[in-house]
């Protein structure tokens, strides 16, 4: 059975960073596409960033130039990098691995 599991959410005033971790793991488990997606109350689902596993990155128009997305395929992990936070940024962060999901995090901007 595959995990993956979030981490790195949290209070951020405007302007400020945030570092989100995904961890994915299971027996025989080798990660290629990965990302992130993002809800907002009242919103549906958006994609805010995704990588293949030769590197190849997808950003949300709204993300870019803000936020990087990386992988470290040893590890099975991806990361977002969220610089220069906006209010309009907060959301719930899922990261999906391949077809799984993660339970999502909480990012919370304050303006």
């Known amino acids: 059975q595959v995990q993956v599991v979030e981490s790195g959410g949290g209070l951020v005033q405007a302007g400020g960073s945030l570092r989100l971790s995904c961890a994915a793991s299971?027996?025989?488990?080798?990660?290629?596409?990965a990302g992130w997606y993002r809800q907002a109350p009242g919103k549906q689902r958006e994609l805010v960033a995704s990588?293949?596993?030769?590197?190849?990155?997808t950003y949300g128009d709204s993300v870019k130039g803000r936020f990087t997305i990386s992988r470290d395929n040893a590890k099975n992990t991806v990361y977002l990098q969220m610089n220069s936070l906006k209010p309009e940024d907060t959301a719930v962060y899922y990261c999906?691995?391949?077809?799984?999901w993660g339970q999502g995090t909480q990012v919370t901007v304050s303006s």
């Open positions: 990588i293949t596993n030769g590197g190849t990155t």
């Open positions: 999906f691995a391949n077809v799984h």
């Open positions: 299971g027996s025989i488990f080798v990660m290629n596409a």
